[in-house]
């Protein structure tokens, strides 16, 4: 069946540093990818996603390439700050999935000043 | 435009009593969704509706839960007789069959208490 893995957390870095979190999947076909951000006491919020191989998906300085080839979608950021501390979560959604989400455990991120 | 609405926002309750949670979802999506969000077990996918029509209960972890769609723009989800184990943030989320890629929308979730 579906699914996706990611990276354990939890991740602490300084201001500005380099962030990657990684995330693969496992699916048939062609499989829709997103990175979820979950802000302490909120909901998840979509941030990117990427809809076939090669595409890239950016928001708020943060990308993701869908690498079909080692089924990755790993997000980066350049520089964090620390609003984004936060949990992230990488997800597939698969038309043979009658529009589910299937996620990974989540990431939790926390940036220091 | 509003987003996905859930009320309440917080709910704690003494253990038996019987607790509503309602959803309204984004106008025009399709499809509505469950989840409950806990530290143990993360975030798990209850039940989904597709048209009013529940599609998919197999998450739903008793016959104390249940949920129901009257109509394309409200949702509630009840748990009869409530229990301490039952305590986790519950969040709806929404999405539409136009897009390709099937992105739900959440809600700000009911983080619910059972003492």
């Known amino acids: 069946g579906n699914s996706v893995t990611q990276m354990e957390g939890p991740v602490t870095l300084s201001e500005e540093a380099f962030l990657t979190i990684n995330c693969t999947y496992t699916?048939?076909?062609?499989?829709?990818l997103f990175w979820y951000v979950q802000y302490p006491g909120e909901g998840l919020q979509l941030l990117l996603k990427?809809?076939?191989?090669?595409d890239k998906g950016s928001n708020k300085g943060f990308e993701a390439t869908y690498r079909k080839e080692t089924t990755s979608f790993h997000l980066e950021k350049g520089s964090v700050q620390v609003s984004d501390s936060a949990v992230y979560f990488c997800?597939?959604?698969?038309?043979?999935?009658?529009?589910?989400?299937?996620f990974g455990q989540g990431t939790r991120l926390t940036i220091n000043p | 435009d509003a987003g996905v609405i859930q009320s309440p926002r917080h709910e704690v309750t003494e253990m038996g009593q019987e607790v509503t949670l309602r959803c309204k979802p984004i106008?025009?999506?399709?499809?509505l969704f469950w989840y409950r969000q806990t530290m143990m077990r993360g975030l798990e996918l209850l039940i989904y509706?597709?048209?009013?029509?529940?599609?998919?209960d197999s998450g739903m972890p008793e016959d104390r839960f249940s949920a129901k769609m009257p109509n394309a723009s409200f949702s509630t989800l009840k748990i009869q007789p409530s229990e301490p184990r039952d305590s986790a943030v519950y969040f709806c989320?929404?999405?539409?069959?136009?897009?390709?890629?099937?992105?739900?929308?959440f809600g700000p979730g009911t983080r619910l208490t059972v003492t």
């Open positions: 990427a809809t076939k191989a090669d």
């Open positions: 699916a048939t076909g062609y499989p829709s």
């Open positions: 509706f597709n048209n009013n029509v529940p599609i998919d």
């Open positions: 997800a597939l959604s698969h038309r043979q999935g009658a529009q589910k989400l299937v």
């Open positions: 106008s025009g999506h399709d499809y």
């Open positions: 989320a929404s999405s539409w069959t136009g897009t390709f890629s099937y992105e739900q929308y």
